[in-house]
Nanobody, 122 residues
Framework: QVQLVESGGGLVQAGGSLRLSCAATGSIFSLSAMGWFRQVPGKQRELVAGISSGGSTNYADSVKGRFTISRDNAQNRLYLQMNSLKPEDTGVYYC????????????????WGQGTQVTVSS
């Protein structure tokens, strides 16, 4: 069973930056696709950024050019660098892992962290 713990959320002004980190336990980390999801009250959880086991990345259109997902397989860590933050980026950010090496659909992710709050003020 993979366990995920996120950190790095907080309050930031519009235009600022934050770096989220996710620490994972479990031997399958390097073989698995990983992702960052965002949930806003009243809306469905959405995939913000994903990275395959081979390092290929995909992003939601709303964050392309501003967010960068990366992974450190040696340290079992996943990161999300968020720049030029906007108020609409506010939400709870979840780290997730898939049993597949490539995963672009939420249904492919089966382990989740507890989430970290990101609040962007205008």
């Amino acid at each position: 069973q993979v366990q995920l713990v996120e950190s790095g959320g907080g309050l930031v002004q519009a235009g600022g930056s934050l770096r989220l980190s996710c620490a994972a336990t479990g031997s399958i980390f390097s073989l698995s696709a990983m992702g960052w999801f965002r949930q806003v009250p009243g809306k469905q959880r959405e995939l913000v950024a994903g990275i395959s086991s081979g390092g290929s990345t995909n992003y939601a259109d709303s964050v392309k050019g501003r967010f960068t997902i990366s992974r450190d397989n040696a340290q079992n860590r996943l990161y999300l660098q968020m720049n030029s933050l906007k108020p609409e980026d506010t939400g709870v950010y979840y780290c997730a892992v898939s049993t597949l090496p490539i995963a672009t659909m939420q249904s492919a992710y089966n382990s989740w962290g507890q989430g970290t709050q990101v609040t962007v003020s205008s």
